[in-house]
């Protein structure tokens, strides 16, 4: 597998790829790699003849008191488990390489980003949308596969890649949940033990929407209040939000029908994570 971390380098490798009528697949990642990205990195070598990744902490999607700083990172381990998992090519831009002194463009799009995660992280959406496009102008994907565990960035990045008339296909692969339950994020990593055991209350909080719309439920504001009062039960947790919306529209609803998604952002302890699950009512 080939590391790059210079802008100028990749792009010649790009194009010598693109010469060979190549189609690439990009799997873009914070690093600190798990089961969920490399699953992703499997499904673009399945559909794609070459697999670029690229391992960058943006600083520009965090916010001041979050994590940038002690986000995990463990370059050499990511750099064995992307190879394995089928990476032809890792991308490891530095924060200067990627905002060099007077960079000054952002690319913010207009909807879907003032609810859920970007109404409790203000700006953030607007950071991914930029070092997304910077990532997929350097990159040239054909295809690029993101999360459903990030079910809103998902939706962002889609509805940016249409208005922006960028020339890919954007890939939404399905949550990879640990045995137990719990979403795989590298965030859990933050989790003690006893956090750890707590974190299912997002996981079970979600079997529990499910079996209550299976029994019938259809009112948004009765469901929301079953799954609170069952996380508020868990002493190490703090919600966030927890939503009901329409999917994929992410628009309220009074009554559930057709395609919803229960969204949630729980901290336990200074940790926040978030799950979701899609439902057909
Ligand atoms: O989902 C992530 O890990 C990040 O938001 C992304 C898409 C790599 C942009 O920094």
């Given at each position: ?6 802008i100028?380098e ?9 010469r060979?009528?190549?189609t690439?697949g ?12 490399l699953?992703?990195m499997?499904?673009?070598a ?7 990744a690229?391992i960058?902490?943006?600083?520009l999607q ?11 990172r463990?370059?050499?381990?990511d750099?064995?488990?992307a190879?394995?998992a089928?990476?032809n090519?890792m991308f490891?831009?530095?924060v200067?390489e990627m905002?060099?002194?007077g960079y000054?463009?952002?690319v913010?799009?207009?909807s879907?980003?003032?609810k ?9 959406f607007?950071?991914v ?8 102008n350097?990159?040239e ?21 249409a ?9 939404v ?17 933050y ?7 707590a974190a299912l209350?997002?996981s079970?909080?979600?079997e529990?929407a499910r079996?209550?719309?299976a029994?019938?439920?259809r009112n948004?504001?009765d469901l929301?209040s079953?799954?609170?009062?069952f ?10 939000y927890?939503e ?6 992410f ?9 919803v ?9 200074g940790?926040?994570l978030?799950d979701n699950?899609?439902?057909?009512v």
């Amino acid at each position: 597998m080939k590391v790059i971390e210079m802008i100028a380098e990749m792009k010649e490798f790009v194009t010598k790829v693109k010469r060979q009528g190549k189609t690439i697949g990009f799997v873009p990642t914070m690093g600190f790699l798990h089961e969920g990205h490399l699953t992703l990195m499997r499904k673009a070598a399945e559909k794609t003849d070459f697999v670029v990744a690229s391992i960058f902490v943006n600083p520009l999607q965090f916010g001041a008191g979050e994590d940038f700083e002690e986000y995990p990172r463990d370059l050499e381990r990511d750099l064995r488990l992307a190879e394995s998992a089928g990476v032809n090519l890792m991308f490891t831009p530095g924060v200067t390489e990627m905002y060099p002194s007077g960079y000054g463009t952002t690319v913010e799009v207009g909807s879907l980003t003032d609810k859920l995660c970007g109404r409790s992280r203000p700006g953030h959406f607007r950071g991914v949308t930029t070092v997304v496009t910077k990532l997929f102008n350097i990159v040239e994907p054909d295809i690029a596969f993101f999360g459903q565990k990030d079910a809103q960035q998902a939706a962002i990045l889609n509805k940016m890649a249409a208005d922006l008339n960028m020339n890919l296909e954007i890939k939404v692969v399905p949550i990879v949940r640990e045995t137990d339950g719990l979403a795989m994020s590298s965030r859990n990593k933050y989790l003690s033990p006893e956090e750890r055991k707590a974190a299912l209350v997002l996981s079970q909080g979600l079997e529990l929407a499910r079996n209550f719309v299976a029994a019938g439920a259809r009112n948004t504001a009765d469901l929301i209040s079953e799954i609170t009062d069952f996380i508020n039960r868990e002493p190490r947790a703090r919600i966030d939000y927890v939503e009901v919306l329409s999917f994929p529209g992410f628009s309220e609803t009074e009554n559930m029908h057709g395609q919803v998604i229960i969204a949630l952002a729980v901290f336990i302890g200074g940790t926040r994570l978030i799950d979701n699950m899609v439902l057909e009512v």
